[in-house]
């Protein structure tokens, strides 16, 4: 993968791609913020998820041990990887012995951070994704670019190509004389994946969260292929990061309002699918949950970092980001774009690589996906941690173990992140959007001292304040509209 | 060592800042957030939202049900319908000329499939959210029969079944039994966000509000 910049430049060359992400996220933010008007007590409930979430991480080992002991006695099977590799050896094994060749996908970005199905496929066995979004996204030969909708980069009329030209490769073909219809092309996925799920024995799926008191699986979605393959095979094989785990039942009565709103924008998604275990004649007859770190305990580590594993993937931070909206999702590189992705990925992967290295600095700090985020995670703070270690080095956790990293000079790493910030620079709409809400949101920001990099620096100096008015905006108004641009 | 040993060796090594006689309880979690909205009417609310997300709500009383329930079937020209286990006798008797099919672990999903409806009863409805709660008790069948088939009535006693939020609906249900939440039809709105109804769940759901 080529760093952020080098990514982010195709993307903004693409007048298709930015029109499409542009519509789309304005769209959802809008819809968003009147969902969450509705809730009066939305402050208090971000506040309680954050919380929750905070007492977990400092007692995963607690949580995770218990939420073990709850699906065994019912009925289910815990396997635990520590990595990638591991993760798709114990699928591959468990598919592989149930005899079948075949199993059927619900949306999962793990499945896609760990690259299942391409192991699988090396297996022999063949992984079909279910989510509408995610079969545009397979049927192409592409990958997702968002969280909640990874095929926002393509329209209607391109979904219909990829239908029309390469449905029969994997199935039954598209109907003659398909349209580019939205309901069309919905009902042409009904068809195709029709017999898929009538006929499918093994099911794999993520979860968003799970109970650590009562063992309890949640899943949530809008189309019913998540109920499909959770109830109508035989196995039933999810894979879910270690930090998804809630201590109680009643902690599902904060997240279950906090993630509808944040993410689809709509009271509650229109299905939510939760078992415990396996039930008698009722969904699969064998449960197995296959329990991933692959970094995430490496984030744990980091006091700063660990906050973003708070995150419930619900994609409000990719929604309001100036610099997600122009750059498009591909250009992070990994299965969580977005301010997310830019804090997650360089934690999960560690920041050796050029591109992981350059995340940190795709962004304009405006503090934006701080205020949407559900679970309050300060992603500025950690975004100036993460550089901070790019450029300064020091010590790390990598997979499990503390090393020290060398400060990046003169390092292609800094190379990359260099070009990231000067990507971000060259693109005054991103800049602009940045500023506004800094100035709007100025009261958050520190007084006298910079987090991070930037702190010994304002240890013998006072930091500018930030002006009441970015300087666009004043010169725009003070000099008449349309001459300052 | 195994990726159970090897998983909780790298958490625990990463938690060396949480102090060692530190429990979960000692993390505070505010829980000053509302346990509800209160709604001033909640059946009301939850018939609206219901019709929000593209269900079709029907009312009647405890008399008028069966001939509601075979009205609704007549019109979609259903000729078979599942029955769920324990589903109140009376609820179909009005239904002449269909054919009933009982929920039973031998059906295959392709059985189902040529099914056209399913009549269930519910276990709480929430009104703030319009989301119906099944949890396969008498009268909801397993969780695959509000799946397969095209037309799913779905008959909610007021105002007993009828909670106003979330936290409501959480503190009536058991959560060792299979739950599935229902809110609206089936919908996507992955191609260019246009919201489309009927992907893979029932294209229609047909909420009956029975006043009891
Ligand atoms: S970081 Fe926050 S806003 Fe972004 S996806 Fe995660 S929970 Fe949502």
């Not at chain 1, 970094?295 to 980001?321: K, M």
């Not at chain 1, 009261?443 to 304040?465: H, I, K, V, Y």
């Not at chain 2, 008399?63 to 029955?83: D, K, N, Q, S």
Request: glycine share 8%.
């Amino acid at each position: 993968m080529p760093a952020f910049p080098v990514a982010a430049a195709e993307a903004v060359g693409d007048a298709r791609l930015r029109g499409n992400l542009r519509h789309a996220t304005h769209t959802i933010r809008d819809k968003r913020a009147r969902a969450v008007a509705e809730l009066p007590d939305w402050p208090e409930l971000r506040a309680a998820g954050a919380a929750v979430k905070d007492r977990t991480l400092r007692h995963l080992d607690h949580y995770l041990e218990r939420l073990e002991r709850a699906v065994t006695a019912a009925g289910g099977h815990v396997h635990w990887a520590a990595d990638a590799a591991e993760a798709n050896r114990i699928v591959t094994a468990l598919v592989l012995a149930t005899g079948e060749r075949e199993v059927v996908k619900v949306k999962s970005m793990v499945t896609q951070e760990i690259g299942l199905n391409a192991a699988l496929a090396e297996a022999g066995i063949r992984a079909d994704e279910t989510d509408l979004a995610e079969l545009i996204v397979q049927l192409g030969d592409d990958l997702p670019s968002h969280i909640l909708v990874p095929a926002i980069h393509r329209n209607r009329g391109e979904i219909r190509d990829i239908f029309r030209d390469r449905m029969a490769d994997r199935g039954r073909p598209a109907p003659e004389g398909l349209t580019d219809d939205p309901a069309d092309l919905a009902e042409a996925a009904r068809l195709h994946l029709r017999r898929k799920f009538l006929d499918a024995k093994v099911g794999v799926s993520g979860a968003n969260f799970m109970v650590a008191e009562t063992g309890t699986m949640v899943v949530v979605e809008s189309e019913g292929n998540g109920r499909m393959c959770l109830t109508l095979p035989e196995t039933l094989i999810s894979v879910v990061g270690i930090e998804k785990v809630v201590p109680t039942w009643r902690d599902l009565e904060i997240f279950l309002q906090l993630l509808p709103r944040s993410s689809t924008a709509e009271r509650m998604n229109p299905y939510t699918s939760m078992w415990t275990g396996t039930t008698d004649e009722d969904g699969p007859r064998a449960f197995h949950l296959v329990l991933l770190d692959n970094g995430r305990s490496d984030a744990l580590a980091d006091t700063v970092g660990r906050q973003a594993l708070r995150c419930i993937r619900c994609s409000a931070c990719l929604n309001v980001c100036p610099v997600y909206e122009r750059a498009g999702g591909h250009a992070y590189g990994s299965a969580y774009p977005g301010p997310i992705g830019a804090i997650l990925t360089p934690q999960l992967r560690g920041v050796t690589s050029e591109l992981d290295a350059s995340l940190p600095y795709a962004s304009s700090l405006c503090g934006a996906c701080y205020e949407v985020c559900p679970v309050a995670i300060d992603i500025p703070e950690v975004l100036v941690h993460l550089r901070e270690r790019v450029v300064r080095g020091g010590e790390v956790t990598v997979r499990g173990t503390r090393t020290v990293i060398r400060p990046a000079g003169g390092h292609a790493a800094e190379r990359a992140a260099m070009r990231a910030a000067r990507w971000v620079f060259d693109h005054p709409g991103v800049l602009r959007a940045g500023q506004r809400l800094a100035a709007r949101t100025r009261r958050l920001a520190p007084r006298r001292r910079l987090p991070g990099p930037g702190r010994a620096w304002t240890d013998t100096r006072d930091l500018p304040p930030v002006p009441a008015e970015p300087f666009r905006d004043w010169w725009r108004r003070s000099r008449g509209e349309g001459s300052g641009r | 060592m195994s990726g159970r040993e090897e998983v909780l060796r790298r958490v625990r090594r990463a938690l060396a800042d949480v102090p060692a006689g530190e429990t979960p309880a000692d993390v505070p979690v505010p829980r000053d957030y509302l346990r509800g909205h209160s709604p001033a009417d909640p059946v009301e609310t939850l018939a609206e939202r219901l019709m929000d997300y593209r269900a079709v709500v029907r009312r009647t009383d405890g008399a008028g049900l069966p001939a509601l329930i075979a009205r609704l079937l007549a019109a979609r020209g259903t000729r078979t319908v599942v029955v769920p286990a324990g589903l109140p006798a009376g609820w179909l008797s009005a239904a002449d000329g269909v054919e009933r099919v009982p929920d039973s672990a031998g059906q295959t999903p392709h059985d189902l499939d040529a099914v056209d409806s399913v009549v269930t009863g519910c276990a709480v409805a929430i009104a703030e959210t319009g989301t119906i709660v099944l949890d396969g008790g008498p009268g909801q069948g397993r969780r695959r029969v509000t799946l397969v088939p095209d037309h799913h009535v779905c008959v909610v006693r007021v105002p007993d079944q009828v909670v106003g939020s979330v936290p409501g609906a959480l503190e009536r249900l058991v959560p060792s039994r299979p739950l599935t939440w229902i809110s609206g039809p089936s919908a996507t709105s992955d191609i260019e966000l246009s919201r489309v109804e009927g992907v893979h769940g029932p294209r229609t759901l047909e909420v009956i509000l029975v006043s009891m």
